[in-house]
């Protein structure tokens, strides 16, 4: 038995079923990947016969193209492919006999790592991934994932992705493949809690600093307070929304090395059309929007004008 797993290379939710995978099975290859390489990876693998070597192939916490999962269903990939996933976008992969997409079962949100978890309990299931650790690090994934941590305070679950960041994805998996083998109950070890605590007091003072260099203008009639920031952008969005909601409608978070974000502070204010101002998109509450490609010979053209005489 020969396991090909495809996952996302983004996030906890992406990264922790390659952790399942060692969990289950001895043989297996992995690759992360991210949303807009999918297809073309697929598609250069099914040409060159690649699966042909493995019994069964995973896509989790990812879809595909309709064109592509139609090339799929005509091909000897179809008997031994399986996508588990929980985006809304996604949906329409039900369709095909290997498509797996659960936005929410009985009120609980999934993620793409607590499907493929079910999934390997249902077909596959070992002593291993019975084990409560094993259990509670999907929970933990899962609230993270799909934000629920805040609705029910699971403090644990954000420290978890903070681990990620830290040890990174090779790392974080080879940590966790050897903790969940000797571990039946999770928990974080000294060095991590040190760690945790560390970046807490890390984010708490960047995220205060930031408050005080924020700088209020009004775009399209939209009143906004605009910060620079490289680090903790979602946490430091909803902070800031919630602070000064009563002298702005919406946050703009520049990014100089990526983009703009955008985080609406109230119900009725859509950051989605402020977004197209700049070019960019985006849902009513988060939107983002791409900097000037020369955005960093601008700036410091700028300074070079204005200061040296
Ligand atoms: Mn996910």
Request: negative net charge; glycine residues 4%; proline residues 1%.
């Amino acid at each position: 038995m020969k396991v090909f797993l495809m996952s996302h290379v983004a996030d906890l939710d992406g990264v922790m079923p390659v952790v399942l995978t060692d969990l289950a099975f001895e043989d297996y290859d992995y690759e992360l990947l991210d949303i807009p390489e999918v297809d073309s990876f697929i598609e250069e693998r099914l040409a060159s016969d690649f699966f042909a070597s493995y019994d069964q192939v995973f896509l989790t916490d990812l879809g595909i193209s309709k064109e592509l999962a139609d090339k799929i269903e005509n091909s000897s990939l179809k008997e031994k492919f399986q996508i588990l996933d929980h985006h809304q976008g996604n949906l329409f992969l039900n369709d095909y006999s290997f498509g797996h997409v659960v936005v929410s079962e009985n009120g609980i949100l999934e993620s793409g790592t607590s499907l493929y978890y079910k999934y390997l309990l249902t077909h596959w299931a070992n002593t291993l991934l019975a084990r409560d650790s094993v259990s509670y690090m999907v929970s933990l994934v899962r609230l993270l994932d799909t934000w629920e941590w805040k609705k029910y305070g699971v403090e644990e679950a954000l420290d978890l992705s903070t681990l990620l960041v830290y040890y990174g994805n090779e790392k974080f998996i080879q940590n966790y493949c050897q903790f969940l083998r000797k571990n039946r109950e999770f928990y974080f070890v000294e060095a991590e809690k040190v760690l945790i605590e560390t970046d807490h007091r890390k984010k708490q003072e960047y995220i205060e600093k930031k408050k005080e260099t924020m700088l209020k203008k009004e775009i399209a009639g939209y009143r906004l307070g605009i910060v620079f920031a490289e680090q903790y952008i979602s946490e430091l969005g909803n902070v800031l929304a919630e602070t000064f909601q009563e002298e702005i409608d919406a946050v703009m978070i520049i990014r100089m090395d990526r983009s703009i974000s955008f985080r609406s502070c109230k119900e009725e204010v859509d950051v989605s059309r402020l977004a197209q101002l700049f070019h960019g998109n985006g849902h009513v509450h988060a939107a983002g929007a791409p900097l000037p490609e020369d955005l960093y010979e601008l700036v410091i053209n700028h300074l070079i004008d204005g200061m040296v005489k």
